[in-house]
């Protein structure tokens, strides 16, 4: 099984048996024509793939890596009716039909993951929990009583709490009741399991690098053979090249911790602050272990020290739980959508019957379960309430146009900055070994990395994207692209995000 989008292994990953896939098969099953090519084997592309296919439709899914590598790999698996965004955000911006919508939503995807658990017979810990929001300061208490008022009004099932399930002194709280969660791994196995079961091909390590359409038919190119189907999703958490779904989605990094305690009070349900970026915890049993996850420290990717997110979030749960051991330290990057809700639909700007599902904020597990349902729908020819409210080529002039204006400005001053202001190594030995760091070198900006033997790597430390120069990610041994999300590994291969090429090798300094 390989390992998610960097260099450190999830939870999930304990013990965990990935399904049998696809891939002895692959040269027979790339001879036909399919209705649908999926692309991206998290949980967006899983549940699609699923019920396209229990739909009566012949579907191939196909992964870069291996299934759940990415996000899902890596996500805490809340599953919540309470958004990230919160109601109160949702109704400014699109009105008191809209939050009604999308409470909607949230209640269907959390009802399909209880159905698919018990139709499929997943075994992934699946349980409903009551979800608590609690302020700490008279300013967020006023602000969750706004966040209260909109999420009744939305029609979500939410109540005032006098206790919250984790030792932090607050001001004021509120239960959001029938949450849940899961073993994110477990489930997504669970779905490609009942996929290939149904007649469904996964190809894993089959990057798709490009495609055309002639007549009805998308001639899709890949690092293996080509494919070849009447449509076309991109389940990749960002859709790949270059569209103006980059311009409305910025790339996030969120810091997560599973740890064992002292004292055995693990919360027994999930707990969220209101700070900025703010924290979250909750319990999951392992092999009968108890762990906290406990997750925060968000920041933009590419931006800020990925060490000290950790640092600073192992500092503030130490300061609050009795901490025995910390097990696991990992991160996962997700889309942070300018007016709030996701970007479900045909993808503006491509080729006709082309979908996409991108823009999930820290509700990955959720909406990536209802693009399933939608874009099943759409592709199907059925109406779906929600079409509108979710559409990629939704015209909002007003809502988000702050956070379109913030986001873009940062990249266009990354173009410039990051070509004018980088750090300088005099003598190439300085760089410590097992670090990164883009440097200066004979009036040549390169990415260099030296491993802990000491050997030096040289690339282009010029994003194949959109021609960003990618930051050294000091956590995760990666080069992270800071405008649209891109990742690579030290050797300059593709991990994640919307790039398709890999990072150009320097062959000017050797190695050793």
């Not at 810990?125 to 969750?144: N, P, Q, R, S, W």
Request: net charge negative; charged share 20%; hydrophobic share 35%.
């Amino acid at each position: 099984m390989g390992t998610r989008d960097g260099k450190l292994p999830s939870l999930w990953q304990k013990g965990v048996a990935a399904p049998e896939t696809s891939m002895k098969t692959s040269n027979a099953a790339t001879d036909q024509t399919w209705d649908v090519l999926i692309v991206g084997g998290g949980i967006t592309g899983l549940t699609t793939a699923l019920l396209l296919q229990e739909a009566g439709l012949t579907c191939t899914l196909v992964e870069a890596h291996t299934l759940g590598f990415g996000t899902t790999g890596g996500t805490t698996a809340h599953i919540n009716t309470m958004l990230d965004t919160p109601y109160h955000t949702i109704e400014s911006n699109f009105g008191p039909l809209g939050a009604k919508i999308a409470a909607h939503a949230a209640r269907a995807a959390r009802d399909l993951i209880a159905q698919n658990v018990s139709n499929y017979q997943i075994s992934c810990d699946f349980e409903y929990k009551d979800g608590f929001l609690f302020a700490e300061t008279e300013k967020e208490a006023a602000e969750l009583e706004k966040i209260y008022a909109a999420s009744q009004r939305a029609g979500v099932e939410v109540e005032p709490a006098a206790h919250i399930p984790v030792p932090l002194k607050f001001q004021k709280a509120i239960s959001y009741l029938k949450q849940a969660q899961i073993h994110p791994l477990n489930y997504v196995y669970g779905l490609a399991n009942s996929f290939i079961n149904s007649g469904g091909i996964i190809l894993e390590y089959t990057r798709v690098m490009g495609s055309a359409r002639k007549g009805d038919v998308h001639q899709i190119e890949t690092t293996g053979r080509p494919l070849k189907s009447r449509q076309l999703v991109y389940a990749t958490h960002i859709p790949p090249g270059l569209n103006i779904l980059h311009l409305k989605c910025a790339p996030y990094r969120s810091y997560v911790l599973a740890l064992q305690l002292t004292d055995g009070n693990y919360p027994d349900n999930p707990a969220y602050d209101m700070q900025e970026p703010y924290h979250y915890f909750r319990t999951h049993v392992v092999n009968g272990v108890p762990y906290l996850i406990a997750g925060g420290a968000d920041h933009k990717t590419g931006h800020g020290s990925p060490l000290n997110a950790f640092q600073t979030l192992e500092a503030y749960v130490r300061t609050h739980f009795q901490v025995s051991s910390i097990d696991y330290r990992w991160s996962a990057q997700y889309f942070e959508p300018t007016d709030g809700l996701p970007y479900i639909g045909k993808l503006p700007g491509a080729d006709e019957e082309t979908y996409v599902a991108t823009g999930f904020s820290g509700n990955g597990i959720l909406f990536g379960s209802f693009s399933g349902l939608l874009l099943a729908d759409l592709i199907l020819g059925r109406e779906n309430p929600y079409k509108g409210l979710f559409s990629p080529s939704r015209i909002k002039p007003v809502a988000g146009f702050t956070n379109f204006i913030r986001e873009n400005a940062d990249v266009a001053y990354r173009f410039v900055s990051d070509r004018i202001n980088t750090e300088k190594l005099d003598v190439l030995a300085e760089l410590p070994p097992g670090t990164g760091a883009v440097v200066n070198y004979e009036q040549e900006k390169i990415a260099l990395y030296k491993s802990p033997e000491g050997n030096i790597r040289a690339l282009s430390p010029v994003c194949t994207h959109a021609g960003c120069v990618v930051t050294w990610n000091d956590a995760e041994k990666s080069w992270d692209c800071p405008c649209h999300g891109g990742r690579y590994d030290v050797y300059g291969n593709v991990l994640t995000g919307p790039p398709r090429e890999n990072l150009r090798a320097i062959p000017l300094i050797s190695n050793g």
